[in-house]
């Protein structure tokens, strides 16, 4: 079976860093592309960072310079370091795996999310 589940999430304020984590079960870490999307009240789903099957990387523009997605295969575990959080990248958090690609329109299957609230 199966399973993405983000934790990690919470309250910070502006400046201040977040780890998530995307726990996967069910597949191999070294045959998927697992993506980090994010949706903020009111607005569309949006993709900040993915990594590939083999381990290349890829950002959306606001998540450059700030944050790092990497992965543990031994643990079957995919992080997004989040580093110099703003206001604006509160949202709820979700990863979603493919085989194929990065976009969101490929994401196979999807975790349930973990909110990240930045505010002062």
């Known amino acids: 079976q199966i399973q993405l589940v983000e934790s990690g999430g919470g309250l910070v304020q502006p400046g201040e860093s977040l780890r998530l984590s995307c726990a996967v079960s069910?597949?191999?870490?070294?045959?998927?592309?697992i993506a980090w999307f994010r949706q903020a009240p009111g607005k569309e789903r949006e993709g900040v960072s993915c990594i590939t099957n083999i381990g290349n990387t890829y950002y959306s523009d606001s998540a450059k310079g700030r944050f790092t997605v990497s992965r543990d295969i031994a643990t079957n575990t995919v992080y997004l370091q989040m580093n110099s959080l703003k206001v604006e990248d509160t949202a709820v958090y979700y990863c979603?795996?493919?085989?194929?690609?990065?976009?969101?329109?490929?994401?196979?299957?999807w975790g349930k999310g973990t909110l990240v609230t930045v505010s002062s």
């Open positions: 979603a795996s493919s085989t194929n690609r990065c976009a969101r329109d490929e994401m196979d299957y």
């Open positions: 069910g597949f191999s870490l070294d045959y998927y592309f």
